[in-house]
T-cell receptor, first 115, second 110 residues
Framework: DAGVIQSPRHEVTEMGQEVTLRCKPISGHNSLFWYRQTMMRGLELLIYFNNNVPIDDSGMPEDRFSAKMPNASFSTLKIQPSEPRDSAVYFC?????????????FGEGSRLTVL | KNEVEQSPQNLTAQEGEFITINCSYSVGISALHWLQQHPGGGIVSLFMLSSGKKKHGRLIATINIQEKHSSLHITASHPRDSAVYICAAPNSGGYQKVTFGTGTKLQVIP
């Protein structure tokens, strides 16, 4: 399997622009997670899905952030409008959840810089 | 929320040394994750363990559920082991919302 695939790997944009990050989980995995990593706050969970359904979005910082998972093989994280404080590395991860948590498989991350 | 603490925060070792990284958490869990992140790189899952010990190559992870403590050991350390090691614990047993430790930055000097 190709692993978790994220795009773009790097994104530089100007404040106020819309940013869309994409993720393709590992085939067969039924859980998908979006994390954000910054120097100040480390890794934080933004939102996660089970079987394409959002389960917990309490980590989404503001209404400017939204995430969707239209099918089992694709998810997006959108920021609109973007702000400089959104600059971070955004990781997508997937796992196979059965009766308990499964091992997490991470993508390479999308490094976002908002000027 | 699970409070996850790692120690040490930074660690420098000579090549060949035995290394131990510790992780303590506050809420009983069903499984704990150990992750590795190389500078500027992605995150790789090393272990997910719920009891006892797991070994993969030169890496060994142990967990004591009663004491809410886990350790990651690296035997015969090598410069390529230089990375940040992160433990992560679920907020409630069996759940998927994890809290990450702040990480241990390891540098192995040749």
């Amino acid at each position: 399997d190709a692993g978790v695939i994220q795009s773009p790997r790097h994104e530089v944009t100007e404040m106020g622009q819309e940013v869309t990050l994409r993720c393709k989980p590992i085939s067969g995995h039924n859980s998908l997670f979006w994390y954000r990593q910054t120097m100040m706050r480390g890794l934080e969970l933004l939102i996660y899905f089970n079987n394409n359904v959002p389960i917990d979005d309490s980590g989404m910082p503001e209404d400017r952030f939204s995430a969707k998972m239209p099918n089992a093989s694709f998810s997006t994280l959108k920021i609109q409008p973007s702000e400089p404080r959104d600059s971070a590395v955004y990781f997508c991860a997937s796992s196979l959840w059965k009766t308990g948590a499964g091992e997490l498989f991470f993508g390479e991350g999308s490094r976002l810089t908002v000027l | 929320k699970n409070e996850v603490e790692q120690s040490p925060q930074n660690l420098t070792a000579q090549e060949g040394e035995f290394i131990t990284i510790n992780c303590s958490y506050s809420v009983g869990i069903s499984a704990l994750h150990w992750l590795q992140q190389h500078p500027g790189g992605g995150i790789v899952s090393l272990f997910m363990l719920s009891s006892g010990k797991k070994k993969h190559g030169r890496l060994i992870a142990t967990i004591n559920i009663q004491e809410k403590h886990s350790s990651l050991h690296i035997t015969a350390s090598h410069p390529r082991d230089s990375a940040v090691y992160i433990c992560a614990a679920p907020n409630s047993g069996g759940y998927q919302k994890v809290t990450f430790g702040t990480g241990t930055k390891l540098q192995v000097i040749p």
